[in-house]
C-alpha cells in the first residue's frame, strides 16, 4: 500500500510517499525558514501563501523521487491539526481534493500522533522490529512539549504537558534573548558548543507532576544577560523595566556561548528526568523522543545515557516537521473523512479512538 502523505500545518511544506506505513520511498521538504527568518518566528499569513505557492511542485517531486504515478496511490492523508489555519487549510484542501479525483480514502491526521510514528519510519526494505508499547514518548517540537503514553496506536494517555511554553518555543526565545538567528534550536546548539564554562540556570522541576514549566527558566535567561551586561542584578533597578533589546549586544561571544550552554543543559536535565521517571511510573517498554527538539545534541545524548529501556529517538530529518510521519500515522490510524465533511482543527488534541 502507498500513501502520499502531506503537511502544511507551519512553516514546512512537505509530501512524502510512503509504503506499508513504514518505508519512506519519498520525503520532500519544502523549508520557509528564510522567508520567516527576519521577523524572528512564523508570519502566518506568509506560511499560507507559500503553501500555496509550492504545494503542486512538492508533490510531483514526491512522485517523481518514489518513481511511482498518482494512479499508484492507495490513499492520501494531510494534517487536520493542531497548527495554523491558513497553513492547514492548503495542504488538507490539496490533499481531500487529490484523494477525490483518485477515487482513494482521505486521512486527516493528527500532526501530534504524526510526531508519535516518525519512529516507525525506516528507509530499508527490511522492516527493523517495531517499537514495543506501550512506549513512552516525549514530544518536544516548537508547539508541544508533551509525555505521551502511547499503549497502542490510537490508544494515548497525555501524562504531562507544558503548562506555559514548549521546549522549541523556549529555545527560540531565549536565542532571541541572546542574539543568535532564528529558529533558534539549532542556533543555540552551536553556540553551545562553544561553552567553556556554562552558566548555572535554575530547572523548573514542578515536583511530583510530569508536567513542564519554560516561561520561567527565559526569564532566569534575561536576568541573567541583564546581570553579566550591566555587572549588577535586576532587583536592584526596582520600578524599571528591563531593556530587552542589545543586552547580547554587550556581551562577548565566550559570554553568550557560556549562557547558551546553560540554558540548554538546564532544558535537557528537566526533559531527560521528567521522561525517564515517567517512563518508570508507567512500566514502558520503551521510551521515544519525537519533534523538532529531539534534533538536539546534547537531547539526544543524555537521553541515550540515562534511559535503560529500548530507547527510539526519530533521526533529525525525521524530527522536524515532515509528511512521512503523516502518511505513517494514517496507515496505523486509519480515520477516513467520513461524507466528505472535513476542515481543520487548529487547537486539534491527541484523542483516543
Ligand atoms: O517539530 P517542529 O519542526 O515544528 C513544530 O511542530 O513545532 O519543531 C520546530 C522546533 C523549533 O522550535 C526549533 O527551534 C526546534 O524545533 N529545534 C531544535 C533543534 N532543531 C529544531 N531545538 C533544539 N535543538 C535543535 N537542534
Ligand atoms: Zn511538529
Known amino acids: 500500500m502507498l500513501t502520499l502523505g502531506i503537511e502544511t500545518s507551519c512553516d514546512e511544506t512537505s509530501v512524502a510517499v510512503v509504503e506499508e506505513g513504514r518505508l519512506i520511498r519519498a520525503n520532500v521538504v519544502s523549508s520557509q525558514i528564510e522567508l520567516h527568518a527576519p521577523y524572528g518566528g512564523v508570519v502566518p499569513e506568509i506560511a499560507s501563501r507559500q503553501h500555496v505557492r509550492v504545494i503542486s511542485q512538492v508533490t510531483a517531486r514526491a512522485l517523481r523521487d518514489a518513481g511511482i504515478g498518482m494512479e499508484h496511490l492507495s490513499a492520501v492523508a494531510a494534517t487536520q491539526g493542531p497548527g495554523l489555519a491558513g497553513a492547514l487549510l492548503v495542504g488538507l484542501n490539496f490533499g481531500h481534493g487529490l484523494a477525490l479525483a483518485l477515487d482513494v480514502p482521505f486521512i486527516p491526521v493528527n500532526h501530534v500522533e504524526g510526531h508519535l510514528h516518525s519512529i516507525w519510519l525506516t528507509s530499508q526494505s527490511l522492516f527493523p522490529p517495531e517499537p514495543e508499547m506501550p512506549l513512552m514518548a516525549l514530544v518536544v517540537s516548537g508547539g508541544h512539549t508533551q509525555l505521551v503514553l502511547m499503549r497502542d496506536h490510537g490508544d494515548y494517555q497525555v501524562v ?3 503548562l ?3 521546549a522549541g518555543e523556549a529555545f527560540d526565545k531565549v536565542a532571541r ?3 543568535l ?3 533558534g534550536g539549532p542556533a543555540i546548539q ?3 558548543a562553544e561553552a567553556q564554562s556554562p552558566v548555572n540556570v535554575p530547572r523548573a522541576w514542578l515536583p511530583d507532576s510530569f508536567d513542564f ?5 527565559k526569564t532566569a535567561v534575561l536576568h541573567l544577560l541583564y546581570e553579566i551586561a550591566e555587572g549588577k542584578s535586576p532587583h536592584q533597578i526596582r520600578g524599571k523595566a528591563l531593556p530587552r533589546v542589545d543586552l547580547a549586544a554587550r556581551l562577548r561571544r565566550q559570554q553568550i556561548a557560556d549562557l547558551a550552554a546553560g ?3 538546564s532544558v535537557v536535565d528537566v526533559l531527560v528526568t521528567k521522561t525517564s521517571a515517567a517512563a518508570a511510573r508507567y512500566d514502558a517498554k520503551s521510551v521515544a523522543v519525537v519533534g523538532g527538539v529531539a534534533a538536539n545534541q546534547a537531547l539526544r545524548q ?9 530507547l527510539h529517538i526519530s533521526p533529525p530529518e525525521f524530527s522536524t516537521d515532515n509528511a512521512a510521519m503523516i502518511a505513517a500515522a494514517s496507515f496505523f490510524v486509519p480515520r477516513p473523512a467520513e461524507n466528505d465533511d472535513v476542515d481543520v482543527l487548529p487547537s486539534l488534541a491527541l484523542t483516543t479512538t
Not at 543524555?302 to 529500548?310: G, K, Q, W
Open 160 to 162: 504531562g504537558r507544558t
Open 164 to 166: 506555559d511554553d514548549a
Open 177 to 179: 534573548l541572546l542574539g
Open 181 to 183: 538567528s532564528y529558529p
Open 190 to 192: 552551536a553556540a553551545a
Open 213 to 217: 514549566s519554560f516561561s520561567g527558566v
Open 263 to 265: 540554558f540548554q543543559e
Open 302 to 310: 543524555r537521553m541515550t545515557a540515562v534511559i535503560h529501556t529500548p
